[in-house]
């Protein structure tokens, strides 16, 4: 068992506030540090603001990765339940589908991999598309997914959930407060140096998201991640625009790639260009002229939001770990340093979380967590 019982948990986005609430609940003296403000927003936001929030294992791989999202996803329920927020995971499944031939290829090759995996993922016909959401106006489908159980999160929802719970068990919470620097002691972090002062712990958990090489190059530890921009869309309220799907994909063999989903205030998110894979280069919204071609490829499909006035635009950096996957664990180098970054921050983050509590809290080394060490980078 480890001696840590003063925890800094730097980063007060998805992943470090599941981590941060996942350590208090098991009765660990907890100090959450963010550089941001509630109810400010800046040019540039966390990826958690940004996120599309999709939670699924769908398009993971190798195998041992889809699983470990799989595991995740299927933590969510628990999760926002512990947390009093049921009503901030929204479920009905993720719907795409393809218009030439080569796109159905590419659907019915993955549902067929994914089927051979245990996803509960299903090919459905133009016909069946139309009766499973009549809403939508797909054109041509030359084929077509469906996966009952993903959904999406109210990712502001959940981070404030878990503050609160901090608030509640005594945690101390340090928002707008700059990290500037890691004091040493030997080998280990000693207390964390903010522009509010030195902040005494016994270990630190560094969860920074975009700015997470910056410091750990703090502590002289070297961490391959990078970023791309990120953007999402937000409509005016419309009325219920889906009837059992809670997150659509336009054709990917049909660009600007588009996602969309209805938020529980009615609100429509929209997002365009590629997602989740290794210098994939952003999303589309960088300008008005970009935000416009999003809202338009989207109207294409979904006629309810054609109109519609867009109420916000959310534009930050999205953490990428340069093979893809996440980098969870202590660092060797400095043994007192938990690190946590990765891409499907969203739908991962009930389980880096409470994995991140066992680790940091009873000493153990969890088997499935190895391939994620950041020792496995040359």
Not at 186 to 198: H, M
């Amino acid at each position: 068992m480890n001696n840590f019982s003063n925890i800094a948990v730097i980063g007060a986005g998805i992943v470090g506030a599941s981590i941060a609430f996942h350590l208090a609940r098991r009765g660990a003296k907890v100090t959450l540090i963010d550089a941001g403000e509630p109810g400010k927003r800046s040019a540039v936001q966390p990826a958690t603001a940004v996120s599309f929030a999709w939670m699924n294992a769908r398009d993971k791989n190798p195998r041992y990765y889809h699983l470990f999202n799989r595991r995740s996803l299927d933590m969510w329920a628990r999760f926002v339940e512990r947390l009093g927020i049921p009503q901030s995971a929204t479920w009905g499944g993720e719907l795409r589908w393809a218009s030439t031939d080569d796109g159905a290829r590419e659907i019915v090759k993955r549902a067929g991999i994914l089927q051979s995996w245990g996803y509960p993922i299903r090919l459905l016909n133009g016909g069946e598309v139309a009766s499973l959401e009549p809403r939508l106006t797909p054109g041509v489908v030359t084929a077509a997914s469906y996966t009952d159980i993903e959904g999406h999160a109210d990712t502001g929802a959940v981070v404030g959930a878990c503050v609160e719970r901090l608030e509640e068990w005594g945690a101390d919470i340090f928002l707008g407060t700059h990290v500037t620097g890691l004091a040493r002691s030997g080998a280990d972090i000693e207390a964390v140096v903010t522009d509010r002062g030195e902040i005494a712990c016994d270990a630190v958990v560094l969860a920074g998201g975009a700015d997470t090489a910056s410091l750990a190059a703090m502590a002289d530890v070297d961490v391959p991640v990078y970023y791309t921009f990120g953007c999402t869309i937000l409509t005016e309220p419309v009325p219920p625009v889906f009837e059992n799907a809670s997150v659509v994909h336009s054709p990917r063999d049909c660009p600007p790639q588009t996602n969309f989903r209805q938020l529980p205030n009615g609100s429509v998110m929209l997002h365009g260009g590629a997602h989740g894979r290794v210098y994939d280069g952003g999303s589309l919204g960088q300008d008005d002229r970009e935000v416009q071609q999003v809202v338009d490829a989207v109207a294409r499909f979904l006629p309810a939001i054609e109109g519609v006035p867009v109420r916000e635009v959310r534009r930050g950096r999205r953490p990428i770990p340069k093979d893809g996957h996440p980098i969870l664990g202590f660092a060797q180098r400095v043994p007192n340093l938990y690190l946590s970054v990765t891409h499907s921050g969203v739908t991962l983050a009930p389980l880096i979380g409470e994995c991140a509590a066992i680790e940091i809290l009873d000493g153990a080394r969890i088997d499935f967590l190895r391939r994620y060490r950041l020792e496995r980078s040359p």
